[in-house]
């Protein structure tokens, strides 16, 4: 399994951008998963954002989060993407995404490499 996170940037506060992961090795579609956006903050821990897998109808979200983000997937695309609005300050950090082959959240068995999102005027 391979996972590969993009799409950080610098970004003002009020702005948005969408992260992407690309997964290799397993099948959104057919695969039984879970698969999660996880953040870490300069000197704060992981912290889990948000996740779907295949044993929840619906996405699990990081509650201060006040629905400014959205997790969604392309099955087409094996791509699973984090759509970030209204963006804080308190956003900044580095952004991974996660998957394991078992159907629970939160995943921490496969990792991808990261993504830098800087939140700044």
């Known amino acids: 399994v391979q996972l590969q996170a993009s799409g950080g940037g610098l970004v003002q506060p009020g702005g948005s951008l969408r992260l992407s992961c690309v997964v290799s090795?397993?099948?959104?579609?057919?695969?039984?998963?879970?698969i999660a956006w996880f953040r870490r903050a300069p000197g704060k821990e992981r912290k889990g954002v948000s996740c779907?897998?295949?044993?929840?109808?619906?996405?699990v979200y990081l509650d201060s989060l006040k629905g400014r983000f959205t997790i969604s997937r392309d099955n087409a695309k094996n791509t699973v993407y984090l759509q970030m609005n209204n963006l804080e300050p308190e956003d900044t950090a580095v952004y991974y995404c996660?998957?394991?082959?078992?159907?629970?959240?939160?995943?921490?068995?496969?990792w991808g490499q990261g993504t830098q999102v800087t939140v700044s005027s």
């Open positions: 090795g397993f099948n959104l579609a057919s695969d039984y998963h879970a």
């Open positions: 779907v897998s295949s044993i929840r109808a619906n996405p």
């Open positions: 996660a998957a394991d082959l078992v159907g629970g959240c939160w995943p921490t068995k496969y």
